[in-house]
């Protein structure tokens, strides 16, 4: 059988083509798996706008759940008599003009997420100088006890650092498997993590309602 040697040329092509191909599925497949639906985050103004309370709720979310407790906050404080704007942190351009400012962030591996970290950090000289109160969404809130509570407010010990708020608040979250991606939802299986809405909607009103006479009367 004759022996077909192969030329520098066809070496490179062939394997050029395998790497390319390599390449190409290793990064479907990496997309594919980092794949998570997006997701709407609301922003809306609650509010008498001629009321001398203007309080901002800024907010970091990566499934919404979170966008939703921020909404729910604003509406309350609304009804107690503020003009509020509730958005997500990244639409935030402008501090000034408001009385108050709540900051809040949902849990990922024990962090607030990093947008929400680094708001605090870049604005913390404007943000001493108003009230500012701090919550925090998360799964180990599904279960309120003093143990968890302690454990959910370590979570925060290195924004608390760079600014102690007036006022901090912990709620329970919401996992839905299907807005996770591959990895994220393959991670949090992996450490027992449960799915389910457990958001508390009484507390989290009652809580915005005390905060904001504690810190905005
Ligand atoms: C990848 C991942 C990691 C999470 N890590 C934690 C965690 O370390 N501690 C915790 O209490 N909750 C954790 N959670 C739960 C979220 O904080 C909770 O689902 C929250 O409601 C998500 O807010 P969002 O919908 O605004 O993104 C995690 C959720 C996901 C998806």
Redesign the pocket.
Known sequence: MPTRTLSRRDFLKTTGLALGTGVVACSGLTALATYRPSVALPESTFGDQDTAKKVLIAYA???????EVATAIGKTLAQNGAHVDVMPLKEVTDLSGYQAVFVGS?????KWLREAADFVNENRAILQRVPTAYFT?????AEDTPANRDR?AG?IDPVRTVLAPAAEGYFA???DFKR?SFV?ST??KAKG?IEGDFRNWDKIKNWAQSTYAQICA
Do not use: N, W, Y
Request: aromatic residues 4%; positive net charge.
């Open positions: 979310s990566k499934c919404g759940s979170t966008g949902a849990i990922r591996v024990g969404v998360c799964m180990t809130m959910a979570f979250g919401k996992v996770l994220e991670m949090l993590g």
